[in-house]
């Protein structure tokens, strides 16, 4: 696996989910908002990946993840809580 430094490709396979790409690249599941907003393009809904379709896990510097700081972990749930409004 790449780094959290590097951004990576990943080709969807079935049941894959963007809550477990960022578990494995970032290190917790509230960062999959970052993968979905660098790939809003191809991906309509979050919850629904086409498969076949490749997708860039951006890294981690360019949204400032951090699983270890509370306040980037925060700033990723209110991304989340605002997309949902949309």
């Known amino acids: 696996p790449t780094s959290s430094e590097e951004a990576e490709v990943v080709r969807i396979q079935a049941g894959d989910r963007l809550t477990r790409f ?3 690249k970032y290190g917790h599941k509230a960062f999959w908002v970052y993968i979905y907003q660098e790939n809003k393009s ?45």
Not at 57 to 66: D, R
């Open 22 to 24: 960022s578990l494995r």
């Open 42 to 86: 191809k991906i309509k809904d979050p919850n629904n990946l086409p498969v076949g379709i490749t997708i860039v896990l951006p890294p981690a510097k360019k949204y400032e993840i951090n699983p270890r700081d509370t306040n980037s972990i925060n700033k990723a749930l209110e991304l989340q809580h605002s997309l949902r409004k949309e």
